[in-house]
T-cell receptor, first 112, second 113 residues
Framework: GDSVTQMEGPVTLSEEAFLTINCTYT??????LFWYVQYPGEGLQLLLK?????DKGSNKGFEATYRKETTSFHLEKGSVQVSDSAVYFC???????????FGQGTRLTINP | EAGVTQFPSHSVIEKGQTVTLRCDPI?????LYWYRRVMGKEIKFLLH????????ESGMPNNRFLAERTGGTYSTLKVQPAELEDSGVYFC???????????FGQGTRLTVV
């Protein structure tokens, strides 16, 4: 079945550092890919998504590019802030927003 | 506009007891999903309602779990009897249609002792 693998956390960075959280997937066909974020005390929020190969999703300074050839959807941000501290989940779906398949999550802590 | 609301936020019960989790979706959202995250692992799909009908319940772990959505509004997820391995965070999400963004609630943290 479909699966998503994320880099294990926790990840701790200093403010203004460059961030990469790796995500690779195994799936049939052409799934949609997502990054969700869970800030402390809040629910999961959609951060960005890409629905086809070579699409780039972006939001709040974060970017991820759908790479079919490497089955990857790595999350990047050029300069992180303390407010980016959260748990980040990579996910895929074969059916729009239905039946999301998530990775195990990566806890990110940004120190001032 | 109110978001997806889940009750309770935390629940601690003893093994063998019954617990009922509730989810109130965003008003007008016909699609409602349950997911759970067990012991810091990946979040796993449990089931999908379209209005009051179960569209897909392939992720339900066993018959100790019963989900309902009477009237197509709020949904409940009952665990009876609860086992230790049921501990985790249960998330509910809703969407207007299956191809639009699913909005998640804060989750219910269930601890079975």
């Amino acid at each position: 079945g479909d699966s998503v693998t994320q880099m294990e956390g926790p990840v701790t960075l200093s403010e203004e550092a460059f961030l990469t959280i790796n995500c690779t997937y195994t799936a049939t066909g052409y799934p949609s890919l997502f990054w969700y974020v869970q800030y402390p005390g809040e629910g999961l929020q959609l951060l960005l998504k890409a629905t086809k190969a070579d699409d780039k999703g972006s939001n709040k300074g974060f970017e991820a590019t759908y790479r079919k050839e490497t089955t990857s959807f790595h999350l990047e941000k050029g300069s992180v802030q303390v407010s980016d501290s959260a748990v980040y989940f990579c996910a895929l779906s074969q059916q729009g927003a239905q039946k999301l398949v998530f990775g195990q999550g990566t806890r990110l802590t940004i120190n001032p | 506009e109110a978001g997806v609301t889940q009750f309770p936020s935390h629940s601690v019960i003893e093994k063998g007891q019954t617990v009922t989790l509730r989810c109130d979706p965003i008003s007008g959202h016909d699609n409602l999903y349950w997911y759970r995250r067990v012991m810091g692992k990946e979040i796993k799909f449990l089931l999908h309602f379209v209005k009051e009908s179960k569209q897909d319940e392939s992720g339900m772990p066993n018959n100790r779990f019963l989900a309902e959505r009477t009237g197509g509004t709020y949904s409940t997820l009952k665990v009876q009897p609860a086992e230790l391995e049921d501990s985790g965070v249960y998330f509910c999400a809703s969407s207007q249609d299956p191809n639009t963004e699913a909005f998640f609630g804060q989750g219910t943290r269930l601890t079975v002792v």
